[in-house]
Nanobody, 124 residues
Framework: QVQLVESGGGLVQAGGSLRLSCAAS????????MGWYRQAPGKQRELVAI???????NYADSVKGRFTISRDNARNTVYLQMNSLKPEDTAVYYC??????????????????WGQGTQVTVSS
């Protein structure tokens, strides 16, 4: 399995900024993609941004131009810089990773995992 630990959530006023971080650990051979999803109360979990190991990115339309995803491949860490935050960005943000890991018998296999979630609250 791949373990993901997030940090950086909190309370901020509208127009402010926050930076989320997520570090992956485990018997990782390679991380194909890392990203962020969010889930607001009463809503389905939705993609916010994702980045491949080659650096290709994809963003939800609602965050384009305001959020930037980046990753440090050497540290197996992904970041989400969130600027110009809006009250509608309030949600629990979850880190996601799709990785190749090495099993106990030495074989490689693909797996995915989620972080525990970090709350982002934007006040108006």
């Amino acid at each position: 399995q791949v373990q993901l630990v997030e940090s950086g959530g909190g309370l901020v006023q509208a127009g402010g900024s926050l930076r989320l971080s997520c570090a992956a650990s485990g018997s990782i051979v390679n991380i194909n993609a890392m990203g962020w999803y969010r889930q607001a109360p009463g809503k389905q979990r939705e993609l916010v941004a994702i980045i491949t190991n080659g650096g290709s990115t994809n963003y939800a339309d609602s965050v384009k131009g305001r959020f930037t995803i980046s990753r440090d491949n050497a540290r197996n860490t992904v970041y989400l810089q969130m600027n110009s935050l809006k009250p509608e960005d309030t949600a629990v943000y979850y880190c996601y990773a799709q990785a190749i890991i090495r099993g106990t018998g030495g074989q490689k296999y693909e797996t995915s995992g989620w972080g525990q979630g970090t709350q982002v609250t934007v006040s108006s």
